[in-house]
């Protein structure tokens, strides 16, 4: 099992920038898959960009366009997210979570561990 601590979340301009951290302990090998996730009051949550940590193959939702981008730490265990040109839209909570095989952001369920949260908050 893989333990996730998320941090760097926040209040944000539009159009500003933030960069969340999702520090990993606990086993990991090839297969493991660390991803950030979303999830807006009253919305479903949606995945948003995930990565193999070995290896470094990385895979984004659609929506992101270039805006968001997930990258790795090996010396602090650590996945990033860095954010850009943020809007109202991205206002969420945001999860951190990790599975052993696939590594799709769209297929939140099969993600086994997940972090606590961090609130990004965007404002006009």
Known sequence: QVQLVESGGGSVQTGGSL???CAYSGYTDKR?????????PGKEREGVAT????GGSTYSADWVRGRFTI??????????LQMNNLNADDTAMYYCAARSGGCSP???AEFG???QG???TVSS
């Open 51 to 54: 990565m193999y940590i070995i």
């Open 19 to 21: 960069r969340l951290s």
């Open 32 to 40: 493991t898959c660390v991803g950030w996730f979303r999830q807006a």
């Open 106 to 108: 769209s297929r939140g």
């Open 113 to 115: 561990s997940w972090g």
């Open 71 to 80: 990258s790795h730490d090996n010396a602090k265990n650590t996945v990033y």
């Open 118 to 120: 961090t609130q990004v």
